[in-house]
């Protein structure tokens, strides 16, 4: 059982980036359910570890917990699927969908929501190390360095497969526009 000491640290340290941590596991397991089941599991696991543990950056720290626990749940609960994320109307009722103006057109509102499935279904068919590499940096907004810590891979990588996947969304995108 966690001390006193330990959950007033998880509260101040660990809960303000639940929803970054939630969207990562959102976009790698593809279900809000699974995501939410992962996120327990790694909130858990946060907590008996800040009994002996110093973390000198939370945020970074419990997205490396949440996406070993996701790999881990992928890897026993499918085995063999194909994971993708989860559909566009999970996505609009998360904190980080784009809020609509009240001024906006029918006719504008339609093309944002058309936009918004097309890139997520594009980020969705991504191969998991650049799209987890993506929504690390362009949703959660962490640093390359950050990344680099909780994937576990060079910095030079993490460059390389952010690369990679910025050029595949643009290919994908380019070809759902014309």
Not at 14 to 29: C, E, F, N, V
Not at 48 to 65: F, N, Q
Not at 73 to 97: I, M, S, T
Not at 144 to 158: D, F, L, N, Q
Request: one cysteine or more; glycine letters at 6%.
């Amino acid at each position: 059982m966690a001390s006193d000491h330990a959950r007033h640290r998880f509260t101040q340290a660990i809960m303000p980036h639940l929803d970054d941590a939630y969207s990562l596991a959102r976009w790698l397991t593809g279900d809000p359910t699974d995501a939410e089941d992962v996120v327990q599991d790694a909130c858990l696991r946060a907590l008996s570890a800040l009994e002996g543990a110093e973390v000198e950056h939370p945020r970074a720290w419990l997205l490396t917990i949440t996406r070993n626990v996701a790999f881990t749940w992928l890897a026993k609960n499918r085995p063999r699927d194909l994971v993708l994320a989860g559909g566009a109307e999970d996505a609009e009722a998360h904190d980080g969908a784009l809020p609509r103006s009240e001024e906006t057109s029918p006719e504008a509102a339609l093309i944002e929501t058309a936009d918004r499935r097309s890139v997520e279904a594009a980020i969705a068919e991504l191969p998991i190390p650049f799209r987890e590499a993506l929504v690390m940096r362009e949703i959660n907004g962490l640093s390359y360095r950050e990344i680099a810590s909780a994937t576990g891979a060079p910095i030079g990588t993490i460059m390389s497969r952010l690369a990679r996947a910025r050029a595949l969304l643009i290919e994908r995108l380019g070809r759902v526009s014309q």
